[in-house]
């Protein structure tokens, strides 16, 4: 399998534990895998996708091991892509090792106290976000992107901020 279509079953099956019958468009699978080498390992991916007046909108984040790499995209309705007015997305990487601090603040509503009052484990909390302060753009990443995160995802994103702090030690 190519880079584009191991990233695309990841983002696959992440729609499937978020109960969505989304695919993911093709073209922001290949411009990803644009941007991952042949048989570079996906260490963490998140997606979040949602329906606006004009189609679906997207936001999908790759970690390996040194680089992480965002989409953000527009997919219109089916009409309007066949229309020539396509998609347009904007794919973009760094280096891990840009990141600067990790803070767990965030908007009204999440990381309450009452979110961590209690031990949660192997699973992240819900309606609990860590905010990752990037050198270079895109400046600020806030993940998990989901409140409230099926227990799969939230396993996963525990399991990698381990991860995320080793950042924080690497010399650039």
């Given at each position: ?9 990841e983002?696959k ?29 996906l ?14 909108v ?20 089916e ?14 990487t ?5 990141l600067?601090?990790?803070?767990i ?12 009052s ?16 990037y050198s270079?753009?895109?400046g ?18 525990r399991a990698?901020?381990p991860?995320?702090l ?7």
């Amino acid at each position: 399998m190519t880079t584009a279509q191991v990233f695309y079953e990841e983002v696959k099956t992440l729609l499937g534990a978020l109960m969505s019958t989304y695919d993911p468009p093709a073209h922001v699978c290949y411009r990803v895998g644009a941007l991952l080498a042949v048989d570079e390992p996906l260490e963490y991916t998140d997606v979040c996708v949602s329906k606006a007046d004009d189609g679906t909108v997207g936001d999908v984040v790759v970690f390996t091991s040194d680089r992480v790499i965002r989409a953000r995209f527009t997919d219109p309705f089916e009409e309007d892509f066949a229309s020539g007015d396509s998609c347009s997305a904007d794919v973009s990487t760094w280096a891990r090792h840009d990141l600067e601090r990790i803070t767990i603040a965030g908007p009204e509503g999440s990381n309450v106290d009452q979110t961590w009052s209690a031990d949660q484990g192997e699973l992240w909390p819900l309606r609990a976000f860590l905010t990752l302060h990037y050198s270079q753009p895109p400046g600020e990443l806030v993940l998990p992107f989901h409140k409230t995160a099926p227990t799969v995802i939230r396993q996963r994103f525990r399991a990698f901020v381990p991860s995320l702090l080793e950042d924080l030690n690497r010399l650039t």
